[in-house]
């Protein structure tokens, strides 16, 4: 089979594996469709490596059952489900409650495709059903970026939903693939005030298509802009996206007292926290990717048709420009790898 194998630090490339076997208690999928991440280039420039290589890369995909292995008899041959990628040991006291993405063992249990073999080729293997959630009606391939840019940005805007009351507004910085999605969730899930904060004029055009109420071009005067468009109060909730020195500066200057940022953008910036110079009653938060639950419920959000994920379908011989292009910031929505391309 083909797959995308990081091969070394800064190397991935496209190899042929023998497909591999489920063993007692797992499940062999074969991809629908596997989205390329931000997140995947900076586990691919890691120096050192996060983990031992070589691995596979892609930790958003989806898939069809296609083998199980002894001792499951829960699923059926054929069906279409979605990999929950932030893989806990099942056993502590987060995994319980579905919360395997804070997992008391989370820096010795690798994720599915963040340490782990991931879903940039035609098979994998699943090490436990709790890791699959069924896409009931939707287009497999079209629900791949749910697996984490949905996931990730529906767990974020669900912890902050007692802030997002009418009259409240939350700040979405970066109209990619997670960005394209948060603007959607926040629309379906409450009545706040959405601004759109981007560096790129067609992104804030697609933001104001997907049903956000203002668009800001990312720049020294944007949280002036967001201030004059909140009467001065600033925003309830600011979903940082991207997480360099300039998105997280921006953040603290347009947030409202008693208001929350979200980093959840891997770009590596730094922000001090001083007293005097957060809103009060302010906070900063970093999130990890979501619980079980909250993909259970984005993928249902979605099979409503109330998220819908804007795909481009790409080859294996596509990866390596595709990805040249997300680290410009300017591919609309997700691009999926869709391994019979
Ligand atoms: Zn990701
Ligand atoms: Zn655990």
């Known amino acids: 089979m083909k797959a995308y194998q990081l091969v070394g630090q800064g190397r991935p490339e496209v190899v042929d594996l023998p497909i ?11 991809i629908a469709g596997a989205g390329l991440c931000h997140s995947d280039l900076v586990l691919v420039h890691a120096d050192p490596p996060f983990f031992p290589l070589p691995k596979i890369l892609g930790h958003e995909a989806t898939g069809w059952i296609d ?16 990999v929950y990628f932030t893989w806990g040991c099942g056993h502590c006291l987060p995994c319980a409650h579905g919360e395997e993405n804070v997992c008391y063992d989370a820096t010795t249990t690798p ?46 805007i669900r912890q902050a939903l007692p802030l997002l009351i009418p009259g409240s507004s939350a700040v979405v910085i970066g109209v990619g693939g997670l960005g394209h999605l948060a603007i959607q969730i926040l629309k ?10 981007d560096a790129h004029a067609d992104k804030l055009a697609h933001a ?4 956000a109420d203002h668009a800001v071009q990312a720049g020294p005067g944007a949280a002036a802009e967001v201030r004059a468009l909140t009467a001065g109060r600033g925003a309830n909730l600011v979903l940082d996206l991207v997480g360099a020195d300039a998105t997280m500066a921006f953040s603290q200057g347009a947030l409202a007292q008693r208001g929350q940022i ?11 926290v001083r007293y005097f110079e957060m809103p009060r009653e302010s906070s900063i938060g970093v999130t990890y990717a979501g619980t079980i639950p909250d993909l259970h419920e984005v993928v249902r959000l979605a099979e409503v048709g109330l998220v819908t994920p804007e795909v481009t379908h790409i080859g294996f011989d596509q990866l390596d420009e595709t990805f040249a292009l997300l680290d410009t910031g300017k591919l609309r929505g997700r691009a999926v790898l869709v391994p019979t391309l």
């Open 188 to 197: 379906a899930l409450s009545p706040t005030r959405i601004i759109a904060v």
């Open 67 to 82: 083998k199980l292995g002894a001792d499951v008899t829960e699923l059926t041959l054929g069906d279409a489900y979605g």
């Open 208 to 211: 104001l298509q997907l049903g």
């Open 111 to 156: 994720g599915f495709g963040t340490g782990l073999d991931g879903g940039m080729t035609e098979y994998v293997i699943i090490d436990d059903p709790r890791h699959l959630v069924p896409l009931g009606n939707l287009d497999p391939i079209a629900a791949a970026p749910l697996m984490c840019a949905g996931i990730t940005t529906y767990g974020a």
């Open 20 to 30: 591999p076997e489920p063993g007692p208690g797992q499940v062999r999928l074969r």
């Open 262 to 272: 979200k980093l959840i953008g891997v770009a590596g910036g730094t922000l001090p």
